[in-house]
Structure formats: structure tokens, C-alpha cells
């Protein structure tokens, strides 16, 4: 059974840029594409985009310019891979719950990790 | 990008009685292999959101089988049979027919 783990900072200055990573512990998934998600009181839950077993990425049109996801060995030896995240020159209305979660290429999610609240603040 | 439609967005119940939350799009999500690519999710408080129903109708491993999805094309419901105290939570569904995926505002279901 698979394992998502997430970690990063959560507390970021406006301009900075957010950087997330989601390691998959357990199971078998590397077959499997990886998404980041984020929840705000504002906008609910929006897709941010996924990346394909074999590196390729699909972003959300809003966030394109300022989004990189990318997947690769983990820093953590027990972890079969990690999946970063990374958005540039965050502001206030970047501030969310980000999730990462698994799909079989469309979705359904079917594995998400527990989330990262982060927070922008001068 | 498709625009999700939930309604009622709060949903007290009682326990034992039988619950729906409606979820409509703004265009079609029946592909031409048969599949509507809509599916449901539940967030409990505190938690990730956890899969509950795919392509419209089909259950995730696990998932009692007092819930149940149903529709098809842009008008789609999520029924439980009755309600328990567990199935507090917020209840989404989100488009999978096409990037960006959109999920609709959320339903709050809460026992009364």
C-alpha cells in the first residue's frame, strides 16, 4: 500500500518561491502519475497540475507560468521516489493546504498525501 | 474550464435517514467509450480528502456500500443510504474528463 508523505517550508515571504516534496513510500507506483492540489477557503479545492511516469508535466493554465513539477530518487533512502513542486513568486492568494495525490494517469485520486498549510506573510 | 455545481452546499441529517447531494457540469462528461468521468470525494474534518465513487458510479475499494453514484453526461447525484455519524465531512465532486480538473464548491454534511 502506498505512502505519501509531504514536506517543505510553510511560512514563505511574498516573492519567494514555494517548495514542496512528496515522497511515495510503499507499494509499487511508479507507473503511476502524481498530482498537486490545493485547498483555500477562497478557491476550494483547485488542480495544480501532474506529472507522467516518464517526466512529462500538464499545468493548469492559471498557474502555468509559475509552476514546476518534476519527479525523481528521494533524499529519504526508504522513500521509492519523490515529487516536487515548486511555484515562484508566491503572494497572498497563494496561501493553501497543498496536497499531493496519485492517479492512473486520468484520475481518479486514489492515494493523497496529508498536506502542507503554507503560509505567506511579510 | 468546466464549472462544477453542487447543491444543497450544507446538509444536516439525521441519523438513519438517507441523504443526496447533486453535482451538475457545465458541459458534458460522457465520453464516447461509455464512461462519465466524474468522480466523488470525502474530506473528513481534519483529513485529505479520500476517494469514494469513480466515473460516476463506481466505488473505491473500501467504501461502504451505503453510498452510491449515479448520472450521467452533466447531472450527476451521490446518495447515502443512511447516514452515519462517520460520514460527516465534506463532500466534492471534481471533473476527470479533461485538465484543468474542477471540482464543485464542496457539501457540508453535518448530523443533526
Known amino acids: 500500500q502506498v505512502i505519501l508523505h509531504q514536506w517543505g517550508a510553510g511560512l514563505l515571504k511574498p516573492s519567494e518561491t514555494l517548495s514542496l516534496t512528496c515522497g511515495v513510500f510503499g507499494g509499487s507506483s511508479r507507473g503511476y502519475y502524481f498530482n498537486w492540489i490545493r485547498q483555500s477557503p477562497g478557491k476550494g479545492l483547485e488542480w495544480i497540475g501532474k506529472i507522467s511516469p516518464i517526466g512529462d508535466t500538464n499545468y493548469n493554465p492559471s498557474l502555468k507560468s509559475r509552476v514546476t513539477i518534476s519527479r525523481g530518487p528521494s533524499d529519504n533512502p526508504f522513500a521509492q521516489f519523490s515529487v516536487r513542486l515548486e511555484l515562484t513568486s508566491v503572494t497572498a492568494a497563494d496561501m493553501a493546504v497543498y496536497y499531493c495525490a496519485r492517479s492512473d494517469g486520468h484520475p481518479p485520486f486514489d492515494s493523497w498525501g496529508p498536506g502542507t498549510r503554507v503560509t505567506v506573510s511579510s | 474550464d468546466i464549472v462544477m455545481t453542487q447543491s444543497p452546499l450544507s446538509l444536516p441529517v439525521t441519523p438513519g435517514e438517507p441523504a443526496s447531494i447533486s453535482c451538475r457540469s457545465s458541459?458534458?462528461?460522457?465520453?464516447?467509450?461509455?464512461?462519465?468521468?466524474l468522480d466523488w470525494y470525502l474530506q473528513k474534518p481534519g483529513q485529505s480528502p479520500q476517494l469514494l465513487i469513480s466515473l460516476g458510479s463506481n466505488r473505491a475499494s473500501g467504501v461502504p456500500d451505503r453510498f452510491s453514484g449515479s448520472g450521467s453526461g452533466s447531472d450527476f447525484t451521490l446518495k447515502i443510504s443512511r447516514v452515519v455519524a462517520e460520514d460527516v465531512g465534506l463532500y466534492y465532486c471534481m471533473q476527470a474528463l479533461q485538465t484543468p480538473y474542477t471540482f464543485g464548491q464542496g457539501t457540508d454534511l453535518q448530523i443533526k
Open positions: 458541459q458534458s462528461l460522457l465520453q464516447s467509450n461509455g464512461y462519465n468521468y
